[in-house]
């Protein structure tokens, strides 16, 4: 008997360290450990302020925090084009095939070549630093008028514009180690990267409620904050270099070749990324100045909690992307179709049980801790977390076809967000508070959808039905029947 319990307790052990190796080495794990501290973050931190500062220098910290946000979104696409560039390097792809990445499968198994991808790793250590210098002056110029109304109500005028000063140099140090991150995922060495953002995130919330426990101003809090910016930058360059030193042994330089192949998917993907996140965001400065202010804060945080949701779904399959690419470059397609199709599934589930976590819990939770601000009608949730399902779908089809290094971002989403806003437009005056979600609604599945799973079927003679009835289907399923079930029997305390 004791013999038994001895091997039970064996195998036990055994399947936990197993367990805890493939979690420790999955790039999907440590991603959802990365935002999670991200997420964590924002919880203890933003209280700590709201409580600590006075109404003018929470507005200045919620505007720093958005101007750096919105700053690393101003590299122009660099970052996950060069990511795939790195991947087709892998691959065996040559800087030439890299134009047009078709599959080959008939030429066998490829061997890559060292050269090629240190030739991308020049031409990016060249560009990177001119990126981020000219979009930290522009974030100078344009931000500082933003912020002048701000500050000058602000209790010490000096020490918030030293604050700014802190926040726009480490604002350019954080778009310089975005070259080192992007050349980490194409490399893929997602998992360890992912891993050190962990340490990273801790270290900057544990540092910044340190300093607002002792009593830090906003001064103190962005410097602690934003030393770990630095940190992290410095530690995507040293990461890289320890793994790959290969990729250092020639200078930075705006290698022709390079730009020629990195410039078209660029400017196309960092064009639709603005249109897409823009236009989401941009519905709730629309929604307020046609809505009053309870609904706009309602609307806010339901969009705010599925663009989370959304968030964290993403990892199962966005991490995969640079071992796609390479399986692009190396013409092998029967794995990397199965390897999209299996990070699609667990997405869309990802999606499906957080959504529905919202719908059946969301009203209880804030009705518990006395919420001040209610949620939308489970109508509307609805409608939103449909909208954000077929927004999943689409976007997936769009990054399983960009593989072909054929960017169409800027069409998917500008088209879609044109047709968004003129329907919430015309259908506001109606339909109230449904109007944006079922807005999105209709534009994604009218037009987002279908034009990223058309080019997709095309390019990989995909048959539709067959690889969606395993995948998003039963999904999509699971996801109406629970919102019906909701809107039929809300929950309530």
């Known amino acids: 008997m004791r013999a038994h319990d001895d091997a039970q307790q064996h195998l036990a052990g055994h399947l936990m360290t197993t367990l805890l190796h493939r979690l420790w080495h999955s790039p999907t794990a440590t991603t959802w450990g990365s935002l999670a501290v991200r997420l964590a973050s924002v919880l203890v931190i933003l209280p700590l302020v709201l409580v600590r500062f006075a109404p003018p220098e ?36 040559t800087l030439a095939e890299m134009a047009r990445m078709q599959h080959d499968s008939s030429a066998g198994p490829r061997t890559s070549d060292p050269a090629v991808a240190t030739a991308v790793m020049a031409a990016l250590r060249w560009l990177y630093p001119r990126m981020a210098v000219c979009v930290t002056l522009v974030l100078a ?21 030293s604050a700014w000063a802190l926040v726009l140099a480490t604002t350019g140090v954080a778009l310089w180690g975005g070259a080192y991150a992007a050349a980490l995922q194409g490399m893929n060495k997602i998992a360890i990267m992912r891993r050190w953002d962990v340490v990273i995130g801790l270290g900057q919330m544990l540092t910044s409620v340190a300093v607002l426990s002792l009593g830090g101003e906003l001064l103190a809090l962005v410097a602690a904050y934003q030393a770990w910016v630095v940190v992290g930058a410095m530690r995507n360059r040293w990461l890289l270099k320890h793994l790959h030193p290969e990729l250092f042994t020639a200078p930075p330089a705006p290698l022709p070749a390079v730009m020629k192949v990195m410039w078209p998917p660029a400017w196309r993907s960092g064009l639709g990324a603005l249109l897409s996140h823009g236009v989401i965001h941009a519905s709730g400065l629309v929604y307020s100045q046609l809505a009053p202010a309870v609904e ?50 667990i997405a869309y589930w990802v999606f499906v049980a957080g959504a529905l976590a919202v719908a059946f819990a969301v009203e209880p939770l804030l009705q518990a801790i006395g919420s001040r601000t209610p949620f939308v009608a489970p109508g509307v949730w609805a409608l939103l977390a449909m909208a954000f399902f077929a927004e999943r779908f689409g976007a997936m089809h769009l990054q399983l076809y960009s593989l072909t290094n054929h960017i169409v971002w800027h069409i998917a989403n500008g088209v879609t967000g044109v047709v968004m806003v003129v329907v919430a437009v015309l259908a506001y005056p109606r339909f109230g508070q449904y109007a944006f979600p079922a807005a999105m609604l209709f534009a994604y599945l009218s037009f987002y959808c279908v034009y990223s799973a058309a080019h997709t079927r095309a390019a990989f003679k995909l048959h539709l039905f067959r690889f969606e009835s395993s995948t998003v289907m039963p999904a999509a399923a699971a996801l109406v029947a629970g919102l019906w079930l909701c809107l039929m029997f809300p929950v309530h305390l």
């Not at 110029?141 to 514009?161: E, I, K, P, R």
């Open 58 to 93: 929470v507005a200045l910290w919620q505007l720093f925090t958005t101007m750096f946000m919105l700053a690393l979104m101003l590299d122009f696409g660099l970052a996950p084009t060069f990511a795939r560039l790195f991947a087709y390097a892998r691959g065996g792809a």
């Open 141 to 161: 110029v344009l931000g500082t008028l933003g912020l002048m109304n701000a500050v000058s109500q602000s209790h010490d005028t000096m020490a918030a514009w």
């Open 296 to 345: 706009v804060a309602a609307y806010l945080l339901a969009v705010r909690l599925i663009m989370l949701i959304s968030q964290f779904c993403q990892a199962p399959f966005y991490t995969k992307l640079p071992r796609m690419a390479e399986l692009q470059a190396a013409g092998q397609q029967a794995q990397q179709l199965h390897m999209a199709q299996r990070g699609m599934r």
